[in-house]
């Protein structure tokens, strides 16, 4: 296909392309948008240096040829390489807060982003009184990020077994000038934390089937699969959570887990635990929330 940098003057002009390339394509959708026409204006946006929520003020501006061509080379970079936006543009975002991604990490697409907005109510009553928080599975540091502004009187532990990933984080925390309240900590779950314990984990785990692993858009496969896959059913990762997450508990401590659509797996796997199922705005039953109590009553039975 030739490039029509002379024949698309306006931004007008680029977005209508933009989504018929994205359309023909076939692209997936997923990473911060779900059709073409909103991942086309949020990457033209970006290429030209403005805001991203503000499209309607410059449909009809006319692009110099240094720009069209800035547009031209992102649409095609989303199309023939199939990269997510969030790897083009270096940065995603969970509600008002931006943060830097690249491919050592997933791009963010948590419920908990949405549980954190509103502090965990009505399961957490009294924010101010969780001191120690934990973030499993950390990966960019995001939600670590979200849960120190959630809950300010929180010190922060953020996990990951992959350094590559908290290299990531750090940039993160960095921009966001929380190093003195998030430790990033290298360990694969909760081994290196021997000794330490919290009034509140969350974790965002690998929980992607075998079978989903095996058919997964080409989007989807430019993430770390590390950060993706957990066994034939999806629930390796959890599993060996849920055998130790109550010795990192502070009595009252809760422990909330995000599965995904992977809830009726998780009852059937874990057919003793009487699992809290949480509903978000933008899903239901896809995260849940155990008690330390309910966790020591379970190993006990």
Known sequence: M????????????WLRWAVSRFTEAQLFFGHGTDNAFDEAAYLILFALHLPPDRLDPFLDARLSRSERLAVFNIVEQRVVRRVPAAYLTHEAWLGEYRFYIDERVIVPRSYFAELLDERLAPWITHPERIQTALDLCTGSGCLAILMAYAFPGADIDAVDISADALAVARRNVDAYQLGNRIRLVRSDLLTELAGRRYDLIICNPPYVTAEAMANLPAEYRREPPLALGS????LEVIRRLLDTAAGHLTPEGLLLVEVGHNRHLADAAFPDISFNWIDTPSGEGKVFLISRADLIATTAA
């Open 2 to 13: 030739s490039p029509p940098i002379d024949d698309f003057i306006t931004v007008r002009d």
């Open 231 to 234: 066994g034939e059913d999806g």
